[in-house]
């Protein structure tokens, strides 16, 4: 116990000491005659005075205990209740003292996606799903199907295109998202306007420049005219009913929940197998937390507008005005707020398989992996991106606050860059992987 505390301690002693002699005289000299109490009662006034005075003693004991033995009493109640943590540099010396955060868990992606109650999912119907999914006649010329722009194997449910491609050459002007793992998305299109899968599924095949059909009654027409759809129809649906748009919707549906890949390294790697991610991928999974990617690309399917926990589907893009915004376009169009130009409101994607799905973002303008992770670094992070991650940790003392200023703005350079992109390899099913190296010349 340090001298300090024993002084004080010393004359706390001597204030509780006189305390007591002082309420001891006060009762039996002044307040008891002047109020007529009986002996008992002037004891029982001391009590209830002396309660304050022991009080102010038993505070004074768990400090000198606090100060005293500070690793045994004070060290559980911050493990208890949280506190402050000091992080440390390279060579050991401590430079913050923020609070501990939480703890980012990560997990894999479910082997099974769940059915809405009104569309349950039944081999049959997933089986008449894929069947639409190819079916050509859902385009207005012939020429089209869902498969035609959502390549399953060959580009991991995408086109490999930077925007999409319909009927009589049109082109679109938004990037192809995949449909591997959409069932966990809650909302659908890059402008979040479709809130299931059975709506999304109707968009397409009504867009005039994509599959063109000019109506829903037309897509009945054709359907209800071929004896084997009708025959199907009545399998999964029940007999004596006409095939509608809401049908076709719902059988597709039906088979893309079951397009799911929880067969990445990273998934391997959460479930046990320490040796599933390279060194690289393990530095580029600790910066993706460290950053704050997590914060729009969390859960088991990477993403913020999933079913499987995300909060905030939609986000605005470009965030932060950053360098990259002129020569990839970034402004040209405004996503969900209806804008030709500005900064838009784009749903959050999800980074599944997202090394084999490029070109990227919602233009498809960008065809490097890498740069995609810089302009997100820059745009949503506010980071600075340079070759090398400069020291950007500061403590400044601000004359008006009177206390010092910790800053750190986060940096970005190459080496960090390589390993988010190595981490982001190891969202990528082993089986797409294989596909698409079977595909590629």
Request: with cysteine; aromatic share 8%; glycine share 10%.
């Amino acid at each position: 116990m340090n001298a300090g505390l024993v002084d004080v301690l010393g004359i706390a002693v001597a204030a509780i000491a006189f305390a007591s002699a002082v309420l001891m005289l006060m009762v039996h000299k002044e307040l008891g005659p002047f109020t007529g109490l009986s002996a008992g009662g002037k004891w029982m006034l001391m009590g209830a005075f002396g309660m304050g005075v022991l009080a102010f003693g038993f505070k004074m004991a768990v400090a000198a205990v606090m100060v005293g033995m500070p690793e045994r009493a004070v060290a559980p109640l911050i493990a208890a209740y949280g506190g402050p943590t000091m992080l440390h540099d390279a060579d050991g010396s401590s430079f913050d003292d923020r609070p501990v955060a939480a703890r980012y868990v990560w997990e894999p992606l479910p082997a099974v996606a769940p059915a809405p109650p009104d569309n349950p999912t039944t081999p049959a119907k997933v089986a008449l799903g894929e069947r639409l999914f190819n079916e050509r006649r859902l385009s207005a010329d012939g020429t089209l199907s869902c498969a035609s722009c959502h390549d399953l194997r060959g580009h991991a449910g995408g086109d490999g295109r930077a925007t999409a491609t319909g009927i009589d050459g049109q082109v679109g002007g938004r990037n192809v998202p995949t449909v591997w793992n959409a069932v966990f998305q809650s909302v659908l299109f890059w402008d979040g306007r479709a809130p299931s899968l059975e709506e999304q599924a109707k968009g397409p095949i009504l867009n005039p420049i994509e599959m063109g059909m000019p109506s829903a009654a037309e897509v009945e027409r054709r359907l209800n005219g071929d004896s084997s759809y009708r025959a199907a129809f009545a399998e999964v649906f029940g007999p004596g009913r006409a095939i509608d748009i809401d049908l076709v919707a719902k059988a597709i549906a039906a088979y893309e929940r079951t397009l799911v890949t929880p067969d990445a390294p990273y998934d391997r790697f959460v479930r046990g197998d320490a040796k599933a991610l390279t060194p690289a991928q393990l530095r580029g999974m600790a910066l993706f937390e460290s950053l704050g990617c997590v914060t729009c690309h969390q859960g088991p399917a990477f993403s913020d507008a999933s079913l499987l926990g995300g909060r905030l589907p939609m986000r605005i893009f470009p965030t932060n005005p950053n360098r990259y915004e002129e020569k990839f376009g970034l402004l040209a169009d405004g996503g969900a707020t209806g804008q030709r130009h500005g900064r838009g409101t784009w749903r959050v994607a999800s980074l599944r398989n997202v090394a084999l799905t490029g070109p990227w973002l919602h233009n498809g303008a960008v065809d490097k992996l890498a740069d995609v992770v810089r302009i997100m670094a820059a745009a949503q992070l506010g980071a600075e991106v340079a070759e090398s991650a400069p020291q950007t940790r500061r403590v400044e003392w601000s004359p008006a606050e009177r206390a010092f200023v910790r800053t750190e703005r986060r940096a970005v350079g190459d080496r960090d860059v390589a390993d988010i992109v190595a981490f982001l390899d190891a969202l990528s099913s082993d089986t797409l992987t294989a596909a698409r190296r079977k595909a590629t010349p």
